[in-house]
């Protein structure tokens, strides 16, 4: 028996989560540059669909097991880590240590559930989420290095290098994974590729601007920072053309996972010109951040013109697309 269709945000998939991740992320690189009431006006934006995301994915656990399970194979099930990290580091950023020390909490434990059962499912010819193995992986080193520095003690810090680590070997793993004609036709989350290297550099800058590393494991940080950074910026480049060569004009959910890596690349920036004394690194930072803030308008414009009718649909989807997609 075909069950009655429910409310719209009852059938919201995993990918969703990439919003609350490119909107958490603009909040970010918005009071970094000091506009801090649009920051905030993102950070409860972010937080209000994180609460929706969170309540629909809930019911689902309770009510539709084998969706839930099917769903939580899949990489897009990794934003939930990913975009709880986002919204903690932002927290703390506020002196809401607390509920920033919660929120990692909760991270650390779905992290473990949810990236054993994706790694389980990993297989040739991925899509550009793949690369969310790494991202989840990197946003619980940011959100524990960035609670070390508001005075959480040094074992935040060292959790974060350990996990940092790990985080850039999962994206070694995920590239090899990869199916590199996704960025030409890719719907979207191609982009994680160099948003990965992104959440990455982010969390190595974290770790340069800690006083617990000096000498030489201060060097060794801040080298790898930067070229984690140079990579991300080298993705961002082979992107962006492969965008204006092959546009891709029609909404797709996975259009947030492109907004997310184009704000994160600008919060790397910031955060990496501050922490490694690159002066120029936060006019780039500053550029790319309103490129990613005009992105974040254009998505949702889309949605609304495709759900008009005004806009063509996505092409048929390529197998690496049909594997990331949950079986029903």
């Known amino acids: 028996m075909t069950r009655p269709p429910g409310p719209w945000w009852a059938e919201l998939p995993p990918a969703a989560g990439s919003a609350v991740m490119a909107t958490g992320i603009l909040s ?19 937080g209000a669909v994180w609460l929706v995301l969170a309540a629909t994915f809930s019911v689902r656990f309770l009510r539709d097991r084998p969706r839930w399970h099917a769903e939580a194979d899949t990489p897009p099930a990794l934003t939930a ?48 989420g793949a690369f969310l193995v790494c991202v989840a992986t990197q946003g619980l080193a940011v959100l524990a290095a960035t609670l070390a520095a508001a005075g959480g003690g040094d074992w935040p810090a060292w959790a974060a290098l350990l996990v940092f680590c790990l985080g850039v070997l999962l994206y070694g793993e995920a590239l090899v994974r990869f199916d590199f004609r996704q960025v030409w036709t890719g719907a979207g989350d191609q982009w994680i590729a160099g948003g990965a290297l992104a959440i990455s550099a982010l969390a190595g800058s974290k770790l340069t601007a800690s006083p617990l590393w000096t000498g030489g494991a201060h060097q060794a940080l801040r080298t790898a920072t930067l070229v984690l950074l140079g990579l991300a910026l080298a993705w961002y480049a082979i992107l962006l053309t ?56 254009l998505t949702p414009a889309a949605f609304v013109v495709t759900r008009a009718g005004g806009g063509a649909g996505p092409p048929p989807r390529s197998p690496s697309d049909l594997a990331a997609t949950p079986r029903r």
Do not use: K
């Not at 009071?31 to 649009?38: P, Q």
């Not at 919660?102 to 991925?126: C, D, E, F, N, T």
């Not at 959910?253 to 690194?281: D, E, I, K, N, Q």
């Open 81 to 128: 880590v990913a975009a709880t990290a986002v919204l903690g580091t932002r927290f703390s950023a506020l002196g809401r240590q607390t509920l920033a020390a919660a929120l990692l909490a909760l991270a650390a434990v779905l992290w473990p559930v949810l990236i054993s059962s994706v790694v389980r499912h990993w297989r040739r010819r991925m899509p550009g």
């Open 242 to 297: 492969a965008e204006v060569v092959r546009p891709r004009a029609y909404y797709d959910v996975r259009r947030w996972a492109t907004v997310f890596p184009l704000g994160m690349t600008a919060v790397a920036c910031l955060s990496t010109g501050a922490a490694a004394h690159v002066r120029g690194l936060h006019t780039l930072g500053v550029v790319l951040l309103w490129i990613a803030v005009a992105a974040w308008v």
């Open 28 to 46: 970010v690189g918005l009071h970094l540059v000091g506009h801090e009431t649009f920051s905030r006006a993102a950070l409860a934006l972010a």
